[in-house]
């Protein structure tokens, strides 16, 4: 699973990034820092059944810390994006197309209003204005892929009957979304041959939405003027969070080096190694932020993306019903994120294709019943493939 992190110059987006996966990526002050894709492994929180049912797990694919599997997901920091992206402005075509596999976007945006959209100093910016239009510049990008020789369809339509849905689907299957999806969306919009400029930037948005659904992060939350900003952009935004990059970067780092115990997404720290002057003074203030906020979000809003947004659940495969292990003895060996009304059959195809060919049944491990191909997955189920 991959999730990009976008938005304009400036946001936070590498902050972002590398306070989820301390991948330290380059960060600087000026725009168009990112040039090329920054890429490091996030993970998503769950509770793992290990305590449940009081053994001790042995992860190959995840963590367990404490009882809480982290499950890895892989995030993208691109290059910001600037109004006119589409039309090849500022690094604009090259960070289109480093999205096109990723499964959801994490929109950083600066919620302070500190900068413009070009991602340059400024103040009382409205960040509203960066959510229309980073949604805009991928809306056109997608209509500019399937307008792409959209005459050739015409004519086509002209001397027998034609597939719409399909030829749609060939212009955009590059960006992971389905034909069953596609063809759906061009049905219901009632798109033909015809069809004219303006309801083929409706059928790019649907796509969008469908394709690459977007959580906005609003990010600088410990500026003073982010507060009021945030209101405002709730009122826009379907899904959205507040976070402050910097603080979550600043208690990751203080934690590798030792200084502190802190645990992604928790409200508190505690220190346990003397530190003072510029260190401390900083720790403070987050801590006096954590006080308000309970976290720095930037743990929730990957944590909603996967499991809200993109509507993920987990799954463990075992291969002995009774030990909860795979052949070799490990227990609860792997965490699997699986679309939610998900299948065994579906499970089973996850875990190797060669494996579905020859599914004759699945174990719920909690209840010891046989179940079959068509039985719908439960969050944090424990399953046997049956072969």
Known sequence: MKIGCVGKPSSGKTTFL??????????????????????????????????????????????????????????IDVAGLVPGAHEGKGMGNQFLSDLTDADALIHVVDASGRTDEKGEPTENHNPVKDIDFLEEEIDYWILDIIKKDWDKLERMARTGDVDIGKYVYERVSGLKVSEEIVKKIVKRLEITPSSEEEELFKLSKKIREENKPIMVAANKMDLPESENNFDRMKEKAGHILPCCAEAELAL????????????PGESSFKIVEDVSGKKKKGLEFIRGYLDESASTGVQEVIDRTVFDLLDMIVVYPVEKEKKLSDRKGNVLPDALLIKKGSTALDLAEKIHSDIAEEFKGAIDCRTGRRVGKKHKLKNNDIIKILV
């Open 252 to 263: 990751r780092e203080a934690e590798e080096q030792g200084l502190i115990d802190y645990f």
């Open 18 to 75: 590398n306070a989820a996966t301390l991948v330290n990526a380059e960060t600087a002050s000026y725009t168009f820092t990112t040039i090329k894709p920054n890429q490091g492994t996030a993970f998503v929180r769950t509770k793992c059944p290990c305590q449940e049912f009081d053994v001790e797990c042995n992860p190959r694919n995840s963590k367990c810390i404490n009882g809480t599997r982290m499950v890895p997901v892989t995030l």
